[in-house]
């Protein structure tokens, strides 16, 4: 469907991962939470006016949007709406990023070495898929860093969408609204995006995996701050005076069911992630955050954390050193996003399953609908009233330093957004 021999949709993807662009959620107060978020923002919005994109803005938070006109027949079309995140992972390395193209032969493949000298390689006993990948180029790190695919991969497939369309305008495809946006991977994302500027009626995030991946169901998601306060005292003298705030907190993770953990479950299954811990004997911060796609069990698990702080108080209570003291722990949670299936099955939304479905088949795909075990913008546009579900970014591994994009599902998804406005221009 109109692929060149050599893509641009690659060389855009390298040249966008070799520009950093974590976010980071010690300084989520700010938006963006860090600077490099803007380097990224302009990079895209100079790509943007280049291709000639109407409208393109970048604003004082590192939001770039901008509009593309339909075809011809299409003008009275709803407007249809891309939403991709500029913000890379923060859990571990991502700059300087060094993206690598390399043929992937079979067995073991070797990326390079991590920064503490270890090699770091593609293994099919960790990555089942890639015995399906054996004789094609994957994009991969050189193994010092995250790559960055989640969601510069997504980026560049809507950014080469454009291009395709400027260079034959008889593509059919009905107005397009553009809205790349920072610190989707600490939870805020498209919050502060004007909906009312983009003028969309619907659209689509592409963020999830490998090809042919579709979702439109999330999580419910929150965050849990849980903090103690201590008494340090010498240890020589610290009975029936000393408080240990780390002690604490170890008590609470004992609480929480060690089986709802990221690592023991799958599909539907819910969990508590410790996210992060800082602790000394007087002060002490655990940021844990809550998943389920039910609505009633994830109501359970911030009780469950609750009840937890709860008993653990009671049991310091109880110590000589604390008895009249205030409490060791106080707890705080606030929501991050809902389950976006409740607004995308609503009938009036059933295009957005369909259309997509057809779009992965018109190229070959079969579409996997899958519960994303994750978070995606979409979810807080949904409720916010723009109606989007989630396209494949095709990014495998992502947030670790063995994540890879194969470059044949990099290009066929172009062919997919291609195809799909196609569907949205037939009124």
């Not at 950093?20 to 959620?25: K, Y």
């Not at 020589?236 to 170890?250: I, Y």
């Not at 995308?344 to 519960?371: F, H, K």
Request: aromatic content about 6%; some cysteine; charged content about 25%.
């Amino acid at each position: 469907m109109g692929r060149k021999a050599t893509s641009d949709v690659v060389e855009r993807f390298v040249r966008y991962c070799e520009v950093p662009s974590q976010s980071d959620p010690r300084t989520a107060t700010t938006v963006p939470s860090t600077p490099a978020q803007f380097d990224m923002a302009r990079v895209v919005a100079s790509d943007l006016r280049a291709l000639g994109a109407q409208d393109v803005k970048l604003d004082e938070h590192a939001y770039v949007t901008a509009h593309w006109p339909a075809s011809a027949g299409a003008e009275k079309n709803p407007t249809l709406a891309f939403c991709c995140h500029l913000d890379t992972a923060w859990q571990t390395y991502g700059s300087s990023v060094h993206p690598q193209v390399k043929l992937y032969k079979g067995g073991r493949m070797v990326l390079g070495r991590g920064r503490d000298g270890a090699e770091v390689a593609l293994d099919p006993a960790a990555n089942s898929e890639l015995k399906d990948l054996v004789g094609e180029n994957l994009v991969t790190t050189d193994g010092t860093s995250l790559l960055g695919g989640d969601d510069k991969a997504a980026i560049a497939m809507v950014v080469s969408l454009l291009a395709r369309l400027r260079e034959d305008p008889e593509l059919p495809h009905p107005a397009l609204a553009l809205a790349f946006v920072p610190d989707e991977e600490i939870g805020h994302g498209a919050a502060l995006l004007d909906l009312d500027a983009l003028g969309a009626a619907y659209g689509y995030t592409i963020d999830a995996g490998s090809l042919g991946e579709f979702c439109y169901e999330t999580f419910n998601a929150a965050e849990a701050t849980i903090r103690a306060n201590g008494r340090s005292v010498h240890t020589g003298t610290a009975k029936d005076v000393m408080v240990n705030a780390s002690e604490a907190l170890f008590r609470v993770h004992q609480l929480v069911p060690p089986q709802d953990r990221p690592e023991f479950t799958q599909d539907r299954e819910g969990f508590f992630y410790l996210e992060r811990i800082e602790s000394d004997c007087e002060d002490a911060r655990a940021d844990y955050i809550i998943r389920d796609h039910d609505r009633a069990r994830f109501e359970a698990r911030k009780d469950l954390l609750r009840s937890a702080v709860a008993q653990v108080n009671a049991e310091y209570a109880l110590r000589p050193s604390t008895r009249d003291d205030q409490p060791v722990l106080s707890i705080d949670i606030h929501d991050q996003y809902r389950n976006m299936a409740e607004v995308i099955t609503r009938p009036e939304n059933a295009l957005l399953i369909e259309s997509a479905r057809r779009a992965y088949e018109a190229c070959g795909v079969t579409m996997r609908t899958v519960p994303m075990r994750g978070g995606t913008d979409g979810a807080q546009l949904s409720f916010r009233g723009l109606p989007c579900a989630n396209l494949s970014a095709c990014y495998h591994n992502a947030h670790g330093v063995t994540e890879f994009v194969p470059v044949r599902e990099l290009e066929t998804m172009v062919d997919v957004l291609q195809a799909l406005v196609g569907i949205y221009a037939e009124g």
